[in-house]
């Protein structure tokens, strides 16, 4: 088995979709028009799936008031910095940034969604 999709319940599914797809690189594989609004946004990279939609018998989760940690949403960056001013000028939020003691770098952002996003940008040999 490999990994489909994450699915995340979202207060502005359309909008949050057309930012997705400018600034962080995804493509629309499939939408729906139904109350859900449902987009599957694929990683042209990996093809693994982020499915936002509005389930409005369900709340959406309190995105701004989780900690960072609890979940996000992380991408490899070969230039953090230019990612992170990129999307800051966007209309993402910096969160943090900070090199860790292996020399990786990673960023934490909000999307305007509040939704946390984190850049990596690994030290060579990270994963081996």
């Not at 109350?35 to 709340?59: C, K, Q, W």
């Not at 900070?98 to 990786?104: E, K, M």
Request: some cysteine.
């Amino acid at each position: 088995m490999k990994i489909e999709h994450l699915a995340l319940n979202v207060a502005d599914p359309v909008g949050m979709a057309e930012w997705y797809c400018r600034h962080l690189g995804f493509v629309v594989a499939r939408k729906s028009s139904g109350p859900s609004l449902a987009h599957f946004l694929r990683d042209p990279a990996t093809g693994v799936m982020l499915e936002i939609y509005l389930n409005p018998p369900d709340r959406v989760p309190d995105y701004a008031g989780m900690d960072p940690l609890l979940l996000h949403l992380a991408f490899a960056s070969d230039d953090l910095s230019a990612d992170c001013a990129a999307l800051v000028a966007a209309g993402a939020k910096l969160v943090s940034d900070q090199t860790l003691a292996d020399g990786s770098r990673v960023a934490m952002l909000r999307d305007p969604w509040d939704l946390c996003i984190q850049l990596c940008q690994r030290a060579a040999g990270y994963f081996s």
